[in-house]
């Protein structure tokens, strides 16, 4: 089974970058792409961004398109989310997920979940 780890959180002002990072371990004897969902209180669960392991296409949420890098370091098993110019409706509980095969922006079509890094922005 794998274990997802994500770091990279905290506090941030409006218009602040920050870097989520995930960490990739246990089994990889399959390819899987890798998620990145939020949650904030008393919303649903939302796609942010992924990435295929194979072909390296991405996805970004419309919400958040132009201010997102998402990219990978097969080296590190480490999959990264570069967040610039953020607002304070980012804020949320970040989520690193992975499922086999091709990258989806279905919640639940992801079997692996890490514990979800905290992502505040405010003045």
């Known amino acids: 089974q794998l274990q997802l780890m994500e770091s990279g959180g905290g506090l941030v002002q409006p218009g602040g970058s920050l870097t989520l990072s995930c960490t990739v371990s246990?089994?990889?004897?399959?390819?899987?792409?890798i998620g990145w969902f939020r949650q904030a209180p008393g919303k649903e669960r939302e796609a942010v961004s992924c990435?295929?392991?194979?072909?390296?296409?991405?996805y970004y949420a419309d919400s958040m398109k132009g201010r997102l890098t998402i990219s990978r370091d097969s080296a590190k098993k480490t999959v990264y989310l570069q967040m610039n110019s953020l607002r304070p409706e980012d804020t949320a509980v970040y989520y690193c997920?992975?499922?086999?095969?091709?990258?989806?922006?279905?919640?639940?079509?992801?079997?692996?979940w890490g514990q979800g890094t905290q992502v505040t922005v405010s003045s």
């Open positions: 990435i295929n392991a194979d072909d390296g296409r991405t």
């Open positions: 246990g089994f990889t004897g399959d390819d899987y792409a």
């Open positions: 997920a992975a499922r086999r095969g091709a990258l989806a922006t279905v919640w639940w079509m992801h079997d692996y």
